[in-house]
């Protein structure tokens, strides 16, 4: 069975225009897994079809039917699959394709689109901007459960200040989801921990790096190394800026330091 995503714009939106459509895929036997409107005046669709040469014929037919003007018609991609689901496209930087933008009110939508790639194989590495408060490590976990995956903090401030430096176990696992905070990390002064990162970033899995504009400053690494970029925001017209997090949000060095003996995490 193949998948395929169709999308039209209405031109003419009169009565039935969906059911002509919907029966002439039936008469071709190509089912209609998912459909959606997607965008103002636009609708989606997945499709099915054991054979390529029905969605060939469908394809040719539905191209000269006027009340409608076909937008897309390919193999679906994550995007596609998740604007079909929940009814509208994630934004995309028009500048950088790889970089996504959320606004906090569609979190659902974001866990969603990560748990799409926590269920790929092999190496992704996705980096995630955003400020304090705004729900960064919550989506993450949330979308590592809806993906089935264990989740590994290498370094955080969810609860107190956690820096790794060893693993125990099965956290060594191909299928966990490695995170890991680029301030905490960038500031760790840790080679033990630094060494950790670099043998996971090795690991051929997944792994998610809040900040990765301030976790690049000091490594090997650089924002090309990223597969995807992650934007969230309480709200679209937010500036994401790094110098108030390191203000008031992250203790200076010496701090740090009695932390990793006393009230935070360094194991």
Do not use: C
């Not at 897994?33 to 965008?39: A, E, L, S």
């Not at 092999?122 to 729900?135: F, I, N, T, W, Y």
């Not at 490594?219 to 190394?225: A, L, N, P, R, T």
């Amino acid at each position: 069975m193949r998948e395929w995503y169709f999308e039209y714009e209405i031109q003419v939106n009169r009565p039935g225009l969906l059911g002509d459509i919907a029966s002439l895929l039936g008469m071709l036997r190509v089912n209609i897994v998912t459909i959606n409107g997607v965008d103002q005046g636009r609708r989606g669709m997945l499709l099915r079809a054991e054979h390529d040469v029905q969605l060939e014929r469908f394809e040719q037919i539905v191209s000269t039917i006027e009340t409608i003007a076909v937008t897309k018609f390919r193999e679906p991609k994550l995007r596609d699959i998740l604007a079909v689901r929940h009814g509208r496209y994630i934004q995309r930087d028009a500048d950088d394709r790889n970089t996504f933008r959320f606004v906090r009110d569609e979190l659902g939508l974001l866990v969603d689109f990560m748990a799409e790639i926590f269920k790929q194989e092999g190496h992704k590495l996705v980096g995630l901007r955003g400020m304090p408060r705004v729900g960064k490590t919550e989506s993450i976990v949330a979308a590592s459960v809806s993906a089935n995956k264990k989740w590994i903090f290498l370094s955080s401030t969810m609860i107190k200040q956690t820096v790794r430096n060893q693993l125990m176990g099965d956290e060594f696992n191909e299928n966990n989801i490695f995170i890991l905070d680029g301030i905490v990390t960038r500031r760790a002064h840790d080679e033990r921990h630094m060494q950790l990162v670099r043998e996971m970033m090795r690991m051929p899995t997944i792994k998610v790096v809040e900040h990765p504009d301030m976790f690049i400053q000091q490594s090997e690494y650089s924002i090309e190394d990223f597969d995807y970029i992650i934007e969230l925001r309480h709200h679209p017209d937010e500036e994401i800026t790094y110098e108030v997090m390191e203000k008031n949000n992250f203790v200076n060095d010496k701090s740090q330091a009695d932390d990793m003996f006393g009230g935070g995490f360094n194991f």
